[in-house]
């Protein structure tokens, strides 16, 4: 797998030097970054570059590692008739080996992006398709600025980078520009039967469902002067199936419900920038808000061994992040933000990890040579089910960007 990828990123980076310039053949536009952080808690974490909650009181953690790290590369073809032929394929180093216990620190490659891009223009509005692994449409990729907002898994997972399908259409209004996207998407459990083999069953991740996850966004680009302005809201409905092994048996294989509704808002100065999003639904994980909903479990034969999934649970959750740039040319920036996510707390079953989840957040990132970014940011993040070991955390960062 390895060497497979070696490969590939080496043709990629071949290619771009040999038809860089020649703008009736394929070009190949590398980039990614090399990153390196380190995470320091004063209790024990479960999840700890995701901070998914405190675990043992009595314990501190530190970790530090380049698993963050990205390459990727734009692939554009010649263009045909006023469509724009492209395509995008990236991956980081989150990848796990199958049973290695992870005791050292040789992640295999991820998968982030893998998809094409063709787009029709047609006077000043344009129409397109996208076919792969991308971006959620109903995701409205914003996040809050903290160190390595790149990973993530749990339930729902409507933030996620899913397979898709994907219609989009923009439409200009001066300097403004509407956009209205719709996705048919794989739904993506945490819970597979078929972790660690390399092709799944049918019975994992939505297929028993008979439903693909429908997913669709309207979103505005203003410009006021030195003001941007993104305003948008999105949906998603769908089914997923969960199935674990528990000492060799099947459990917890129930269909339940994905439902989204979020709305999202950013404006951007010269000098700072506000961003922020609300979301409401059920069986989520929605990163930098807290982590999403559970699912709320009844045990079976009364043992702790096996239990039966009987809903997914109702959650709604926040969050808002501003940036402050002192220099105008953004690369000194103070980072204040906190979130929320509160889940409907009558089902007794669900995990306590879930119990109202908040954060407060403060940082500050600077950027040499427009390429070498440095920071450090402080996170308190809090629990209602487990407010004896609520946790405090200092975040730092290396990274270059290429």
Known sequence: MSKVCIIILSLFLLNSFVYGEDKESIQFKPYGYIELYGISSDVGMVGPELLIYAKDKTKEGFTINARNSRFGTKIILPSIKDVNLSATMEIDFFGTMADSGMSESRPMPRLRHAFFDVKKTVGDDYVGLIGGQTWSVASMTLFPSMINPGVGWAMGNPWQRLPQVQLYYGKKLGKHTLNFKFSVNEPMTGSSLSRGKLLSSDYDAGGSSMMPLLESSL??????????????????????????????????????????????L?????????????????????????????????????????????????????????????????????????????????????????????????????????????????????????????????????????
């Open 266 to 402: 950013k404006i951007e100065h010269p000098f700072f920038t506000i961003l922020g999003k609300y979301y409401a639904g059920k069986n989520l994980d929605v990163y930098g808000v807290g982590f999403g909903s559970a699912l709320a479990k009844d045990l079976k034969d009364g043992t702790t061994d096996k239990y039966e999934i009987v809903d997914s649970v109702s959650t709604q959750g926040f969050f808002v992040d501003l940036s402050v740039f002192p220099l105008r040319d953004k690369n000194l920036q103070l980072v204040f933000g906190m979130g929320m996510d509160d889940p409907d707390e009558k089902h007794e079953n669900a995990s306590v990890v879930y119990n109202k989840n908040s954060y407060y957040l403060g940082g500050v990132y600077y950027t040499f040579f427009e390429r070498l970014k440095t920071g450090i940011n402080y996170m308190r993040v809090m629990k209602e089910a487990t407010k004896d070991i609520n946790s405090n955390h200092f975040m730092f960062l290396l990274r270059f960007t290429f």
């Open 219 to 264: 979103t505005l680009d203003a410009v006021f002067g030195d003001f941007k302005l993104l305003v948008g809201a999105s949906g998603s409905y769908g089914k997923e199936d969960y199935s674990d092994y528990v000492n060799g048996s099947v459990v917890g294989g129930k269909t339940v419900d994905v439902q989204m509704i979020q709305g999202a």
